[in-house]
């Protein structure tokens, strides 16, 4: 099929650099989504490498194998736009995690789920009526729906921080990517209109929460039946501090046993910002 092999190139592309980041942390140190790199020090290359790299080999796994299952669309749209719509949404949905995270200096992330959710939605978008099949669902269901309780459930996800996974990201790709396809197709928006809308309606409420009751995005999910505690600036930056303190006495007695020569490079440079600091 035309156009097939660019998402072949960036399955590979994913496998090496997540390859190389399992095995050399460095690597997750220099090239992560990391809030306080990319707002303090300008470290922008962040809000795109971090989409190569992933947590783990599962993490991996699933992300190239939803990106392989919706490669087909890269036939339709042309190598060029395929690739507009996954960088793109790659570039939206951790631009969304910056917004949402802006106060939480020690957040990070790695992974492509941003970019393959843009793609999966652009399918969605041209073709709501085609079949999915889920693992857990003998029997695929229509695409649309799919895409209303995927955008649903990740509103809900993001909302209660369940689990590590960053479902914001998610949501601002799956966006960005139905977003431009329809600009490229705006045909696929009179004919589909009632499944896109009903897609944008959860994501709609979830920007209005983030813009206008962004506190309801800081409770922890460990605490949902107890007292709800809410975080502001002054609480995170000594929640950094604290946390900067312990790494750095972890490393004074690493060099207090093993000597100077023993640290890493990323070791090397954490002491050295910390020296910087007044």
Same mark, same amino acid.
């Not at 991996?60 to 690739?83: E, K, P, Q, T, V």
């Not at 106060?103 to 941003?114: D, I, L, T």
């Not at 652009?122 to 999915?132: D, Q, R, V, Y």
């Given at each position: 099929?035309?156009?097939? *092999?660019?998402?072949?190139?960036?399955?590979?592309?994913? =496998?090496?650099?997540?390859?190389?980041?399992?095995?050399?942390?460095? +690597?997750?140190?220099?090239?992560?989504?990391? +809030?306080?790199? =990319? /707002?303090?020090?300008?470290?922008?290359?962040?809000?795109?490498?971090?989409?190569?790299?992933?947590?783990? *080999?599962?993490?991996?796994?699933?992300?190239?194998?939803?990106?392989?299952?919706?490669?087909?669309?890269?036939?339709?749209?042309?190598?060029?736009?395929?690739?507009?719509?996954?960088?793109?949404?790659?570039?939206?949905? &951790?631009?969304?995690?910056?917004?949402?995270?802006?106060? /939480?200096?020690?957040?990070?992330?790695?992974?492509?789920?941003?970019?393959?959710?843009?793609? +999966?939605?652009?399918?969605?978008? $041209?073709?709501?009526?085609?079949?999915?099949?889920?693992?857990?669902?003998?029997?695929?269901?229509?695409? *649309?729906?799919?895409?209303?309780?995927?955008?649903?459930?990740?509103?809900?996800?993001?909302? #209660? /921080?369940?689990?590590?996974?960053?479902?914001?990201?998610?949501?601002?790709?799956? +966006?960005?990517?139905?977003?431009?396809?329809?600009?490229? #197709?705006?045909?696929?928006?009179?004919?589909?209109? *009632?499944?896109?809308?009903?897609?944008?309606?959860?994501?709609?409420?979830?920007?209005?929460?983030?813009?206008?009751?962004?506190?309801?995005?800081?409770?922890? &999910?460990?605490? #949902? &039946?107890?007292?709800?505690?809410?975080? &502001?600036?002054?609480?995170?930056?000594?929640?950094?501090?604290?946390?900067?303190?312990?790494?750095?006495?972890?490393? $004074?007695?690493?060099?207090?046993?093993?000597?100077?020569?023993?640290?890493?490079?990323?070791? /090397?440079? =954490?002491?050295?910002?910390?020296?910087?600091?007044?």
């Amino acid at each position: 099929m035309p156009g097939t *092999w660019l998402p072949i190139t960036l399955i590979a592309a994913n =496998i090496v650099f997540s390859c190389a980041g399992f095995f050399n942390s460095d +690597i997750l140190d220099k090239y992560a989504f990391e +809030i306080d790199p =990319i /707002r303090i020090h300008k470290d922008y290359k962040r809000l795109i490498t971090s989409g190569f790299l992933h947590a783990d *080999w599962m993490h991996l796994f699933f992300n190239m194998l939803a990106l392989y299952f919706f490669s087909g669309i890269a036939g339709i749209m042309g190598n060029g736009l395929f690739f507009g719509v996954y960088m793109a949404s790659l570039l939206g949905g &951790n631009l969304l995690l910056l917004y949402i995270y802006r106060n /939480r200096g020690s957040y990070s992330a790695v992974g492509a789920s941003g970019a393959v959710s843009g793609i +999966i939605f652009s399918s969605i978008a $041209l073709f709501p009526g085609m079949k999915i099949n889920l693992f857990f669902i003998p029997i695929g269901i229509p695409s *649309w729906l799919f895409g209303i309780i995927y955008m649903a459930y990740s509103v809900y996800q993001a909302r #209660f /921080r369940s689990g590590d996974i960053a479902h914001e990201a998610h949501i601002g790709g799956a +966006i960005t990517g139905m977003v431009i396809t329809i600009m490229a #197709f705006p045909g696929a928006l009179t004919y589909n209109f *009632w499944p896109i809308l009903g897609i944008f309606i959860p994501v709609m409420i979830f920007l209005f929460i983030a813009v206008f009751k962004p506190h309801l995005f800081l409770i922890d &999910n460990r605490n #949902f &039946n107890k007292e709800k505690i809410y975080y &502001n600036i002054e609480h995170v930056y000594n929640a950094n501090k604290a946390s900067m303190q312990h790494e750095i006495d972890a490393i $004074l007695e690493k060099i207090h046993h093993k000597g100077i020569e023993s640290l890493s490079k990323n070791e /090397r440079e =954490i002491l050295d910002q910390y020296s910087q600091e007044p």
